[in-house]
């Protein structure tokens, strides 16, 4: 906060009003504040003056487009997780939404504010990495698009310029025969950040890949796309040597830290763990070919 405690606000309720006060020096955005309010508690962080998003609108819409589907980054994660839009067609984002924090949390927090905040453990971002979404970063009436693994810069640092905001997170249409995995492993059963946990979309035939996508949090200092063990299993069969391979694959892709909830290599051993239980689990459940 800043000295004295003293910290502005104003809650803007279009796009026009969001940009100038972006403006302002020392704007921050916030919208339901619950990676940014425990940040300024902690003093972590010293806004000058709170940009309150909640009531704008064009930042909240869920829709769907020929090529995929847009999410506002204002929309809360309660309202996505109730969007049919999102459980129909990308069941991974919706599982992976379900863990994040507790009800209470998914009525407040926000896609872009989990985003934003850049945290190695993002839940929603392996679900999105997988999904092969675009972030659209809006400024002044300009916008920009990238890829989501280039919007990560490191823990807390994103691509986000001076003055720019996250306007959305869109989604390609994604194959109808993806099967999902996640898996979080954690020091309890619920409300707790990852000590790893890994994502997976796998489309088979018989026993053979036909595309696969493999994304892991808690390892490196980004959420990030496993992509050498997605290509070395991508085309072969789920047979047990090629499961070993991509079991010592995610070994080496890996670059977990030791810190106090768990050590580098239980995270790097549990990750890999978790990709060849994923395999297993998906060579298991599809009849092999005649």
């Given at each position: 906060m800043r000295e004295g405690g003293h910290v502005d606000y104003v809650r803007v309720g279009s796009l026009a009003e969001l940009g100038d006060a972006l403006d302002?020096?020392?704007?921050?955005?916030?919208?339901?504040?619950?990676?940014?309010?425990?940040?300024?508690?902690?003093?972590?962080?010293?806004?000058?003056?709170?940009?309150?998003?909640?009531?704008?609108?064009?930042?909240?819409?869920?829709?769907?487009?020929?090529?995929?589907?847009?999410?506002g980054s204002a929309a809360l994660v309660a309202e996505i997780l109730a969007a049919p839009a999102v459980s129909t067609n990308y069941p991974l984002l919706t599982s992976v939404l379900r863990s994040l924090g507790s009800t209470q949390i998914r009525n407040r927090a926000t896609l872009g504010g989990n985003l934003a905040n850049a945290s190695p453990a993002a839940d929603s971002a392996l679900a999105l990495l997988a999904y092969d979404a675009r972030v659209t970063l809006a400024r002044a009436g300009t916008e920009r698009s990238l890829p989501l693994h280039e919007f990560f810069l490191g823990p807390g640092r994103t691509a986000l310029r001076p003055g720019?905001?996250?306007?959305?997170?869109?989604?390609?249409?994604?194959?109808?025969?993806?099967?999902?995995?996640?898996?979080?492993?954690?020091?309890?059963?619920?409300?707790t950040i990852a000590i790893t946990s890994v994502a997976g979309l796998i489309a088979l035939r018989g026993r053979a890949v036909v595309d696969v996508r493999l994304t892991a949090g808690s390892v490196a200092p980004t959420p990030i796309r496993l992509r050498a063990v997605e290509d070395l299993v991508r085309g072969r069969e789920?047979?047990?040597?090629?499961?070993?391979?991509?079991?010592?694959?995610?070994l080496r892709e890996v670059s977990p830290i030791d810190d106090v909830r768990a050590t580098a290599l239980y995270r790097?051993?549990?990750?890999?763990?978790?990709?060849?239980?994923?395999?297993h689990t998906a060579s298991e459940s599809t009849p092999t070919s005649p």
């Open positions: 302002r020096d020392g704007a921050t955005l916030i919208a339901g504040g619950t990676d940014l309010m425990v940040k300024m508690r902690a003093g972590s962080v010293h806004p000058r003056l709170l940009v309150d998003i909640s009531r704008v609108d064009a930042l909240r819409e869920i829709s769907t487009r020929p090529s995929g589907l847009t999410i720019e905001y996250i306007r959305s997170v869109d989604l390609p249409t994604p194959r109808t025969d993806w099967d999902v995995f996640f898996h979080k492993v954690g020091r309890r059963r619920a409300l789920l047979d047990e040597e090629h499961i070993a391979a991509a079991h010592a694959a995610a790097r051993t549990v990750t890999a763990d978790l990709v060849a239980r994923f395999l």
